[in-house]
């Protein structure tokens, strides 16, 4: 049974940082992505970064420069470290991942993704 389990999320001043953990359990093989994305109400889920496989990462334009995500291997946790937070970040964020995918998978969709966690909610005033 896969598990996601998020949590980090909290209310936080413009320009402050959080870190976003995402704990998986469950039996991973072959190329898999863990991915964050976030959601705002009346508006599609968009990706904000994701981890691949074979080490490498992808973060969305929009938080380029500000947002990283790592992975520790042991605990089989994918972070989300998110700098200069703007009110715009402001959103429930999603864990998400998915295994044994093929190389056409595009990670920066959400459709690639069949695991989800319960959500975390962000909130940055200014």
């Known amino acids: 049974q896969v598990q996601l389990v998020e949590s980090g999320g909290a209310s936080v001043q413009a320009g402050g940082s959080l870190r976003l953990s995402c704990a998986v359990s469950g039996y991973i093989y072959g190329r898999y992505c863990m991915a964050w994305f976030r959601q705002t109400p009346g508006k599609e889920r968009e990706e904000v970064a994701h981890?691949?496989?074979?080490?490498?990462?992808t973060v969305a334009d929009s938080v380029k420069g500000r947002f990283t995500i790592s992975k520790d291997n042991p605990k089989n946790t994918v972070f989300l470290q998110m700098n200069s937070l703007k009110p715009e970040d402001t959103a429930v964020y999603y864990c998400a991942t998915n295994w044994g995918l093929g190389p056409w998978v595009d990670c920066t969709s959400l459709h690639a993704y069949s695991y989800w966690g319960q959500g975390t909610q962000v909130t940055v005033s200014s």
């Open positions: 981890y691949e496989s074979d080490g490498s990462t």
